[in-house]
């Protein structure tokens, strides 16, 4: 007996997760099952039974969303999905095994950059993430992570960058040129777990100087 | 940077960031070969954080002479990229383990019950399986030991 090959049918399983939203995403080939159907199952390391993942069964969509069955952060996940087609033909595929905490992606955090005569002041928003804590209160990255801080860096020109580093929200580049235009990039930074987000990127002008001279 | 390690008395200091760092590099290709995911061998209820600091370094003792003693020096890497990252975390830990054999020798590592009963079921998690799954298991279970270690 020649096993089928449904390997058409699923590929690419596996998490996207991005500050803790963990997404299960998969493709298939559309031409050769376009009425394929597909189902999700997870599971925690080490634990015996597969849950069925309410909302994602028999779905068409490529995707679904297991933050909530996977927002344990110091817990091992796995997760499944089985496609089967119009012709009874299926599939089963596995994702690697799973930890938010260490393959989460950081997002570039959300900034408000705000220029004056000969300085701009930088405030770094909290970033809120999907996870809550016993008393329910929604949990930040700062929460989540005790080595979190935010890198800074203000492009001056080809040449000249200034560069500010902290834990603290609110930072300020001072001794500018005033009616100048300049380049800001704030990154959030986890060291000790090797993350680093996309830059944030703030384009702005200080104020002219109106004082008489 | 270096990372103090407080386990009862006994405190020492360790490049947990460097060894994270190596791991994390072959997590993914070691951990993909462990197709028994129904079985874990550092488990919750055996945890270092979950142990009372006296009996720490004993049950971390314990746990690093197993690695090296029965895991390292049985695993048979695909390739020499990994073979080199192994080698690597095996002198880590045995670095470690140096120390916290210094803290053994200076009467600041008692072994107590509770270190050798979490100690004799980690043991048994790990001989119920078939050697090299067990060996296979153990290495991509480094990250969980990584994770009690900052946690202690």
């Known amino acids: 007996h020649i096993a089928e090959d449904t390997s058409d049918l699923l590929q690419h399983v596996k998490f996207q997760s991005s500050n803790f939203e963990n997404i299960l995403t998969w493709d298939g080939r559309p031409e050769s099952a376009p009425?394929?159907?597909?189902s999700v199952q997870y599971k925690t390391y080490g634990e015996g039974e597969w849950l069925e993942k309410e909302g994602c069964q028999r779905i068409?969509?490529?995707s679904c969303n297991l933050t909530?069955?996977?927002g344990n952060?110091?817990?091992l996940y796995y997760a499944r999905v089985t496609a089967t087609d119009g012709t009874g033909r299926s599939a089963t595929k596995t994702t690697d095994r799973f930890n938010s905490l260490q393959h989460t992606i950081i997002k570039p955090p959300?900034?408000?950059c705000i220029p004056k005569v000969r300085s701009i002041q930088m405030i770094v928003h909290p970033s809120y993430t999907?996870?809550?804590a016993r008393n329910g209160h929604q949990l930040t990255l700062e929460n989540i992570f005790q080595g979190l801080l935010y890198r800074l860096k203000l492009r001056i020109n080809h040449t000249y960058q200034m560069d500010l580093e902290g834990k603290q929200r609110e930072f300020e580049f001072v001794g500018l040129t005033p009616d100048t235009e300049f380049l800001g990039t704030i990154m959030i930074c986890i060291p000790n777990?090797?993350?680093e987000s996309a830059p944030y990127v703030c384009q702005v002008k200080t104020l002219p100087d109106r004082t008489w001279t | 940077g270096l990372k103090t390690l407080h386990l009862g008395s006994c405190v020492i200091t360790t490049n947990l960031h460097g060894i994270r760092s190596g791991?994390?590099?072959?997590?993914d290709s070691v951990q993909a070969k462990d197709e028994i995911i129904d079985i874990r061998i550092l488990r919750k209820t055996q945890s270092l954080q979950g142990t009372k600091p006296a009996d720490r370094c004993c049950l971390l003792h314990h746990i690093l002479r197993l690695y090296l003693d029965r895991v390292f020096k049985n695993y048979q890497p695909p390739d020499h990229h990994i073979f080199r990252k192994v080698s690597r975390l095996a002198n880590s830990l045995l670095t470690i383990k140096k120390d916290l054999r210094l803290c053994h020798a200076h009467m600041s590592c008692p072994c107590g019950e509770e270190a050798a009963e979490k100690y004799s079921q980690i043991l048994s998690h790990f001989e119920e399986l078939p050697p090299q799954a067990a060996v296979v298991k153990a290495l991509g279970e480094l990250d969980i030991l990584l994770q009690w270690l900052e946690e202690a």
């Open chain 1, 60 to 62: 068409t969509r490529k």
């Open chain 1, 110 to 112: 959300d900034v408000t």
């Open chain 1, 68 to 70: 909530v069955e996977t």
């Open chain 1, 130 to 132: 999907p996870i809550r």
């Open chain 1, 73 to 75: 952060l110091t817990e």
């Open chain 1, 35 to 38: 009425d394929a159907v597909y």
């Open chain 1, 193 to 195: 777990l090797f993350k």
């Open chain 2, 23 to 27: 791991f994390s590099e072959i997590r």
